[in-house]
T-cell receptor, first 111, second 113 residues
Framework: EDQVTQSPEALRLQEGESSSLNCSYT??????LFWYRQDPGKGPEFLFT???AGEEKEKERLKATLTKKESFLHITAPKPEDSATYLC????????????FGKGTRLHILP | EAQVTQNPRYLITVTGKKLTVTCSQN?????MSWYRQDPGLGLRQIYY???????DKGDVPEGYKVSRKEKRNFPLILESPSPNQTSLYFC????????????FGDGTRLSIL
């Protein structure tokens, strides 16, 4: 069964303390991997799409990278406003209509 | 402003009383989808639509109905709601094709007593 696993489930960092979130997937023939940010009481907000191993995307303090079996979301010098749940999702290789979501990493940045 | 709009945002109702959650998008997206989000289970797809008059079941369709009569609207219907449908619901839309990101509404929190 195709799966997306995110780790850790939760992460608390001090402001300015860089770290990485992991998303590992078991789908064969990756057609696209997505990162979303979700704030409490809000819908997921799109951050990045990655497609091929070695690809990297950046946005402010966030950088997403992709290998053949996992993706990392690197957070550099985070600020309290980066606190959120970060969701990873992959395109189902057999169905254009389906995205497989991980359960997310809850990130809390302490001031 | 490009957005997906859901209504209502919050609803408390009773078992068996039919309800409809509306979803509308202004981005001319072909694809629309409904998800429910429960603690520990993540986002699960309920129904999706590839275009007008084309709908299909997702992973957890039992107890739900949808329709797609217009491109912009994709309502979720609970004909006879039950307490196990208490959840946070999200509507999403995107352009057709691979690697297209989904745009989500802000969610509807349903409580079925």
């Amino acid at each position: 069964e195709d799966q997306v696993t995110q780790s850790p489930e939760a992460l608390r960092l001090q402001e300015g303390e860089s770290s990485s979130l992991n998303c590992s997937y078991t789908v064969s023939g990756l057609r696209g991997l997505f990162w979303y940010r979700q704030d409490p009481g809000k819908g997921p907000e799109f951050l990045f799409t990655l497609y091929s191993a070695g690809e990297e995307k950046e946005k402010e303090r966030l950088k997403a990278t992709l290998t053949k079996k996992e993706s990392f979301l690197h957070i550099t010098a985070p600020k309290p406003e980066d606190s959120a749940t970060y969701l990873c999702a992959v395109q189902d290789p057999r169905r254009d209509d389906k995205i497989i979501f991980g359960k997310g990493t809850r990130l809390h940045i302490l001031p | 402003e490009a957005q997906v709009t859901q209504n209502p945002r919050y609803l408390i109702t009773v078992t068996g009383k039919k309800l409809t959650v509306t979803c509308s998008q202004n981005m001319n997206h072909e694809y629309m989808s409904w998800y429910r989000q429960d603690p520990g289970l993540g986002l699960r797809q309920i129904y999706y639509s590839m275009n007008v008059e084309v709908t299909d079941k997702g992973d957890v369709p039992e107890g739900y109905k949808v329709s797609r009569k217009e491109k912009r609207n994709f309502p979720l219907i609970l004909e006879s709601p039950s307490p196990n449908q208490t959840s946070l619901y999200f509507c999403a839309s995107r352009f057709q094709g691979p690697r297209q990101p989904q745009h989500f509404g802000d969610g509807t929190r349903l409580s079925i007593l």
